[in-house]
């Protein structure tokens, strides 16, 4: 990631969440916050802005902690919120909290301990977040619309995809155009073109463990790379032209994909 983020001259890390493994921050003091991010993360690339998602994994600790800005204190790269919207000039790229929405999570609380603070009640909660992303989406004027979350909507992983976010999230990107929507969760890269929209929806959740030869099969007409190895993404935009690769753990290209688009005027 280094090596990559100094050639490209990066502007900003995203991470699309399970900050922590196994189970997130237990406080703003927790050592792992050093072990895990500040202590790894050390080139001189990759010293710049760091814009963080929640996981499941993060909501089975103390999701305040990661929220906290005595975080910041400590390396000020961090940035954590449940969602929120980052504004490039050319894109706007609006990171989403999809834990919430997946069902699994709150039928069996004596499995799996969450966080839920802040969440619920959580239809109200929800409803909020999808009417707040909406709402941002819908009044955007930036040519390049990128939506970031941990869930996958579509995937061929370990996971698969999430039902919830088809039914209550994807009908939102569609319909306001989003360009790409940039998950987590499965432990692979992947690329998946929609066949309904120009969506792209790009699995970067290779950055600790993956899982290999643990994959479901997709129609060939929408799936486009998948690889159950380690690894990351980097994306450059212009205003007119994107392009997105997979590299492998060494930085080689596994990947690449490259979208133009006309640019965008206000009227």
């Known amino acids: 990631m280094g090596k990559v983020g100094e050639k490209l001259s990066i502007d900003f890390v995203a991470s ?30 990759l010293q710049k802005q760091w814009y963080s998602v929640l996981g499941n ?6 999701v305040r902690a990661q929220l906290s800005p005595i975080l910041r204190r400590i390396d000020s790269r961090w940035l954590c919120r449940r969602s929120f919207i980052v504004n490039t000039e050319i894109a706007e790229l609006f ?8 069902d699994e999570y709150f039928r069996n609380p004596k499995h799996q301990k969450f966080d839920w603070r802040g969440v619920i009640p959580r239809k109200k909660y929800l409803r909020r977040v999808l009417k707040d992303v909406e709402s941002a989406l819908r ?14 909507i579509r995937s061929m992983g ?12 994807l009908p939102v990107l569609e319909a306001n155009n989003v360009d790409m929507y940039i998950n987590g969760h499965d432990h ?9 929209s120009p969506l792209q929806f ?6 600790s463990k ?6 479901h099969y997709l129609d060939r007409d929408e799936m486009k790379f998948y690889y159950d190895g380690q690894g990351f993404m980097s994306v450059e935009l212009t205003q007119t032209n994107a392009r997105i690769v997979f590299h492998d753990v060494l930085g080689k290209v596994l990947h690449s994909l490259d979208l133009s688009k006309q640019l965008y005027t206000a009227m």
Not at 57 to 62: E, Q
């Open 158 to 169: 370990h996971h698969g995809e999430t039902k919830e976010l088809i039914m209550q999230l």
């Open 210 to 215: 993956a899982w290999k030869g643990d994959f």
């Open 188 to 196: 692979c890269l992947e690329h998946i073109s929609s066949i309904t």
């Open 57 to 62: 994994h993060d909501y089975m600790g103390n």
């Open 139 to 152: 009044e955007s004027v930036a040519n390049w619309k990128i939506v970031i979350g941990h869930h996958p």
């Open 16 to 45: 699309t969440g399970d900050n922590f493994y196994d189970k997130g921050l237990s406080s703003p003091c927790d050592p792992d916050f050093k072990d895990s991010f500040t202590e790894i993360y050390t080139a001189n690339s």
């Open 95 to 102: 990171f989403i909290d999809t834990t919430p929405f997946v």
């Open 202 to 207: 790009l699995t970067s959740g290779g950055g």
